[in-house]
């Protein structure tokens, strides 16, 4: 396979033993001590729990697919990348929780797990078909719809979040730094292998594209919920935080301040899409 070492030995060497140790290092430099400015100010801790159950639930579901996905993994390739996958997932929903249950003890509601509010029922449908599928066997679609359309439509939102949480919660603003850069493999090396999986597949490959545009579409009903809300309540808690918001940056060299929210919402949505294209089209199913 062409530019692309889907070996164990490999993965070991340049994720968990380098990418994850220079991370972890980071991390206990900055401190996971929650910072006041959240547990002092109740809309602030309150945006900070929902976003992170957004983020567990999320992971479980990326975790539970991609699992699954090494059970009808056609080639050595692909079952060695879900098997990766499937452990970046495992430390994903890991660090996410963690940080989660840290904000809950703040808010005095430890062990109370994810806000379930935060799983719409657009987002349950989604997760419902992808496991159905997976359950199935159907590798190449299951994995199209994981890492095209879920990963590859949430991952550009990965750097958004890491500039929002960057002036209040540095030490979340690295986690999300550290899980994009392993979301970033997943959605590159998806779109190659699926890529590979259906050459000169002509059937197979409008079916998986009709999957994907259906499955995509239910997806941008998802984002359009959570990107508005969560722009609306980062605008709402940074006006109500102005010193510690004052040079917070939406986009690059774009302060929050400097930008109406409506203005964010679209650009947000604009790289949502560019970038789930971008990968609809290397992975040859546009
Ligand atoms: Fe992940
Ligand atoms: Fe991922």
Redesign the pocket.
């Known amino acids: 396979m062409d530019n692309l070492d889907t070996t164990i030995s490999h993965w070991v060497g340049k994720v968990p033993n380098q990418q994850w140790i220079k991370e972890d290092d980071n991390l206990e430099s900055i401190g996971s001590t929650l910072p006041d400015t959240i547990a002092d100010s109740r809309p602030l801790s309150e945006v900070h729990s929902l976003d992170l159950s957004l983020f567990v639930v ?2 479980e579901a ?2 539970r697919v991609s699992g699954a996905l090494t059970r009808s993994a056609p080639t050595l390739d692909t079952m060695n990348f879900s098997a990766q996958q499937t452990l ?2 495992a430390r ?2 890991e660090i996410f929780l963690r940080r989660l249950e840290e904000s809950r003890s703040y808010q005095g509601k430890a062990g109370t797990g994810i806000n379930e509010a935060i799983l719409i029922p657009p987002l349950r449908n989604f997760l419902d078909r992808c496991y159905e599928i997976v359950d199935r066997g159907e590798f190449v679609e299951g994995l199209s719809l994981m890492n095209l359309v879920f ?1 590859g439509m949430a991952y550009p939102l990965y750097a958004y979040e890491q500039r929002y949480w960057e002036p209040v919660d540095p030490y979340l603003s690295s986690l999300v730094r550290s ?1 994009f850069a ?2 970033a493999r ?1 959605v590159t090396y998806g779109a190659q292998l699926v890529s590979e999986l259906l050459k000169g597949d002509t059937k197979r490959k409008a079916r998986v594209n009709k999957l994907c545009k259906d499955a995509s579409q239910l997806m941008d009903e998802v984002f359009s919920y959570y990107v508005r809300k969560f722009v609306k309540l980062f605008d709402a808690v940074a006006r109500q935080h102005k010193g510690l918001f004052a040079d917070a940056e939406f986009a690059p060299g774009r302060k929050i301040f400097d930008t109406p929210y409506e203005e964010q919402i679209k650009t947000i949505h604009a790289s949502i899409e560019k970038q789930h294209n971008q990968l609809i089209t290397r992975a040859g199913i546009a």
Do not use: M, S
């Open positions: 999320f992971e990326a975790l970046d997932e994903h929903h990963e899980a392993d979301e997943h």
